[in-house]
């Protein structure tokens, strides 16, 4: 288990080293499941490089069968993910893009600002995801491994931007709403806090 907890903000920023296993991470050794609980006051950032297979990750390693992930985070400021420029840079939070299949695991991000996925970018397990933030962006992918999947997707934010990705959600639930309980919900019209087609047309469903 790890346990971390830091005062300011943490960045992860992948660079362009060598290896097999090139790039930053945090979570469990090779070959061994993640159970991280991250405490950030300030904003978590993960970075890709600039040399092929330098992603940035939270999560278990890419090597070998891809291992459960049980991921805890929460932050004072945003969460964002960044891709790097090269084939296989992209910033993951559990299961790497790599992997063959999902893995299993239940992953929960609390941001006291937004929670931002650029292109190339992920969240992904097999268990329940929940995201929290003020505003919530996604360019990249979430997913609950989709197919039979019954694990929900929930998404809890005051503004959605979700038209430029994918959230693959398989049998089960994906549920958007305000944060804030007593914020009015328009879709396609207007709100405190609004969704548009887009944003809907980005969630796939069995």
Same mark, same amino acid.
């Given at each position: ?6 005062t300011g903000n943490v960045t992860l920023t992948a660079r362009a080293s060598g290896g ?14 993640? !159970? ?17 297979? !330098? ?44 992997? &063959? ?28 995801? %929940? ?17 039979? &999947?019954?694990? !929900? ?26 944060? %804030? ?26």
């Amino acid at each position: 288990n790890q346990v971390i907890n830091a005062t300011g903000n943490v960045t992860l920023t992948a660079r362009a080293s060598g290896g097999d296993l090139a790039g930053v991470r945090i979570g469990g050794g090779g070959g061994s499941s993640t !159970n991280l609980n991250l405490s950030v006051g300030g904003d978590l950032v993960l970075n890709g490089g600039t040399a092929p297979n !330098n992603g940035a990750g939270i999560g278990s390693s890419a090597a070998g069968t891809p291992q459960p992930n049980t991921i805890a985070i929460n932050t004072g400021g945003s969460v964002i993910l960044n891709s790097g420029t090269a084939a296989g840079t992209g910033a993951r939070i559990g299961t790497p893009a790599s992997a &063959s299949t999902i893995a299993p695991g239940t992953i929960s991000v609390t941001a006291g600002g937004g929670i931002q996925l650029a292109n190339a970018t992920g969240i992904r397990a097999t268990g329940p995801i %929940t995201l929290t933030a003020n505003s919530l962006t996604n360019a990249g992918v979430i997913s609950n491994g989709g197919g039979t &999947s019954t694990a !929900n997707i929930i998404m809890n934010a005051n503004a959605f931007n979700l038209g430029g990705g994918m959230i693959d959600g398989g049998a089960a639930a994906v549920v958007l709403r305000p944060r %804030t309980g007593t914020n009015s919900f328009g879709i396609e019209s207007a709100g405190a806090t609004t969704l548009t087609n887009a944003d809907i047309a980005s969630i796939d469903t069995s």
